[in-house]
């Protein structure tokens, strides 16, 4: 059975709210436990340096957050939970994808593009205050997808352009220097909630309106109190489209809870009731894991160990891999034999796919060999994710793939070299 492996990364930003635990680290914690999947988990210190400048808050969310993960059931035996910044061949694999990456694509970036929108509505500089951490962060992102050739990446909506430019890069490296990446696929969880905050947006520490994951029973209980509410009297009906009270409850309730609430919404519940009855909800399932997390805040130490523990099972990976790139691009011995040392080698004598698009307006892609020779040609597909999407499963499942996807493909006229091509790059990817 093929391995599937996800990736997941935590900014260490800030503290844990109600929001991150829903959206994120509930789902995330249960994915860890599916068999025949390889998850890899990590504290994203590296990227917080891009927004945050204090150095206290950004060692003091990491071991909040991690001590949030670990509390809420993710087992350190299980996963890869390791820390950005106790990988140093990330950053180096960040300048291999340099190199290889447009700046016409960082341009297009939404988070630049956001920024450069908001200094020329203000008139000033479109590049004002804009650091080149933020220019380059879909770079180190796509380190961090493609070190562990990260086949699903959990993200929100607004991150699927990250992925696609990680495709992207992966499809620029591979075509340089031969199949070394597999191309990830985002996946975006339709059925994981978004949590109002206590002002009905989202929650979010942008808009100061969240609910901390681990705050005492009696924090929760003021908190949940000041959740916005319309000003209908008890007995009065109340609807439940649009209250974020509801909202909050819906994501702790099982179906029959959230029904009854619903109904009880029907008969005119009081405000206050509601909100002891979200107040009761929520801590039922975050209460038995404040032990944990207290006593993990209380030993740091702790903490540090598992995540040192975490990082050595990265670079097992990440160390041997990392040689192999350097190797392909030309940094290695001046001792390698004549035939490594030639710069056509370095582009290897795997075969490679090609996505590209066509005056039609579809999207193609093409299998070819080490001299150009088209082994496979794909017809028509609607879109590049859906491209993208058949070459990984190409890539990582090798002929079993290529029976599934055999409607998508032109007749092949050797297919003894497909085969042979497709079993390569496998064998590369794993």
Same mark, same amino acid.
């Given at each position: 059975?093929?391995?599937?492996?996800?990736?997941?990364?935590?900014?260490?930003?800030?503290?844990?709210?109600? =929001?991150? &635990? @829903?959206?994120?680290?509930?789902?995330?914690?249960?994915?860890?436990?599916?068999?025949?999947?390889?998850? &890899?988990?990590?504290?994203?210190? &590296?990227?917080?340096?891009?927004?945050?400048?204090?150095?206290?808050?950004?060692?003091?969310?990491?071991?909040?957050?991690?001590?949030?993960?670990? #509390?809420? =059931?993710?087992?350190?035996?299980?996963?890869?939970?390791?820390? /950005?910044?106790?990988?140093?061949?990330?950053?180096?694999?960040?300048?291999?994808?340099?190199?290889?990456?447009?700046?016409?694509?960082?341009?297009?970036?939404?988070?630049?593009? #956001?920024? @450069?929108?908001?200094?020329?509505?203000? =008139? @000033?500089?479109?590049? !004002?205050? @804009?650091? *080149?951490?933020?220019?380059?962060?879909?770079?180190?992102?796509?380190?961090?997808?493609?070190?562990?050739?990260?086949?699903?990446?959990?993200?929100?909506?607004?991150?699927?352009?990250?992925?696609?430019?990680?495709?992207?890069?992966? !499809?620029?490296?591979?075509?340089?220097?031969?199949?070394?990446?597999?191309?990830?696929?985002?996946?975006?969880?339709?059925?994981?909630?978004?949590?109002?905050?206590?002002?009905?947006?989202?929650?979010?520490?942008?808009?100061?309106?969240?609910?901390?994951?681990?705050?005492?029973?009696?924090?929760?209980?003021?908190?949940?109190?000041?959740?916005?509410?319309?000003?209908?009297?008890?007995?009065?009906?109340?609807?439940?489209?649009? !209250?974020?009270?509801?909202?909050? &409850?819906?994501?702790?309730?099982?179906?029959?809870?959230?029904?009854?609430?619903?109904?009880?919404?029907?008969?005119?519940?009081?405000?206050?009731?509601?909100?002891?009855?979200?107040?009761?909800?929520?801590?039922?399932?975050?209460?038995?894991?404040?032990?944990?997390?207290?006593?993990?805040?209380?030993?740091?130490?702790?903490?540090?160990?598992?995540?040192? #523990? =975490? %990082?050595?099972?990265?670079? *097992?990976?990440?160390?041997?891999?990392?040689?192999?790139?350097?190797?392909?691009?030309?940094?290695?011995?001046?001792?390698?034999?004549?035939?490594?040392?030639? #710069?056509?080698?370095?582009?290897?004598?795997?075969?490679?796919?090609? /996505?590209?698009?066509?005056?039609?307006?579809?999207?193609?892609?093409?299998?070819?060999?080490?001299?150009?020779?088209?082994?496979?040609?794909?017809?028509?597909?609607?879109?590049?994710?859906?491209?993208?999407?058949?070459? %990984?499963?190409?890539?990582?499942?090798?002929?079993?793939?290529?029976?599934?996807?055999?409607?998508?493909?032109?007749?092949?006229?050797?297919?003894?070299?497909?085969?042979?091509?497709? *079993?390569?790059?496998?064998?590369?990817?794993?």
């Amino acid at each position: 059975m093929t391995t599937t492996r996800f990736l997941t990364g935590i900014t260490t930003s800030g503290t844990p709210h109600l =929001g991150n &635990y @829903v959206g994120s680290i509930r789902p995330a914690v249960r994915a860890s436990r599916t068999p025949g999947v390889e998850s &890899y988990y990590f504290l994203a210190d &590296y990227h917080a340096l891009i927004k945050i400048d204090d150095p206290a808050r950004i060692q003091r969310s990491t071991l909040e957050i991690a001590a949030s993960w670990l #509390a809420a =059931g993710l087992d350190p035996q299980r996963v890869t939970f390791y820390r /950005q910044s106790d990988v140093p061949e990330i950053p180096e694999l960040t300048w291999f994808l340099t190199c290889v990456t447009g700046k016409g694509v960082l341009n297009r970036a939404h988070a630049y593009k #956001a920024s @450069v929108d908001k200094n020329t509505a203000a =008139g @000033v500089d479109p590049d !004002s205050d @804009v650091t *080149a951490g933020l220019f380059m962060y879909p770079v180190l992102m796509g380190a961090d997808i493609l070190m562990f050739n990260a086949h699903k990446v959990p993200v929100g909506r607004d991150q699927i352009q990250h992925i696609e430019m990680a495709r992207d890069m992966a !499809s620029s490296f591979n075509h340089r220097y031969g199949a070394h990446f597999v191309l990830p696929e985002a996946v975006i969880e339709e059925s994981v909630a978004t949590l109002p905050g206590l002002d009905g947006r989202k929650m979010s520490k942008s808009y100061d309106n969240t609910i901390p994951l681990f705050a005492s029973r009696e924090q929760l209980k003021k908190l949940i109190a000041g959740i916005v509410t319309d000003s209908r009297a008890p007995g009065e009906p109340k609807e439940t489209e649009g !209250s974020a009270l509801f909202q909050i &409850y819906q994501a702790f309730a099982t179906a029959e809870e959230t029904e009854n609430l619903r109904q009880a919404y029907a008969k005119g519940i009081a405000w206050g009731d509601a909100k002891q009855i979200l107040l009761d909800r929520i801590d039922e399932e975050i209460a038995p894991m404040r032990a944990r997390y207290q006593h993990l805040m209380d030993n740091p130490a702790e903490v540090e160990a598992l995540l040192l #523990a =975490g %990082a050595q099972k990265a670079r *097992a990976i990440a160390t041997p891999f990392m040689a192999n790139l350097r190797h392909a691009v030309g940094l290695r011995a001046l001792t390698a034999g004549p035939t490594q040392g030639k #710069a056509k080698a370095a582009k290897s004598s795997l075969a490679s796919f090609k /996505q590209y698009r066509e005056k039609d307006g579809k999207f193609y892609f093409k299998l070819t060999d080490a001299r150009g020779a088209v082994l496979l040609q794909s017809l028509a597909i609607d879109s590049p994710q859906l491209a993208g999407k058949t070459i %990984a499963r190409l890539q990582t499942e090798g002929v079993v793939a290529l029976e599934a996807v055999q409607e998508q493909l032109e007749p092949i006229a050797d297919r003894e070299a497909v085969l042979q091509a497709l *079993a390569e790059l496998k064998a590369a990817a794993s």
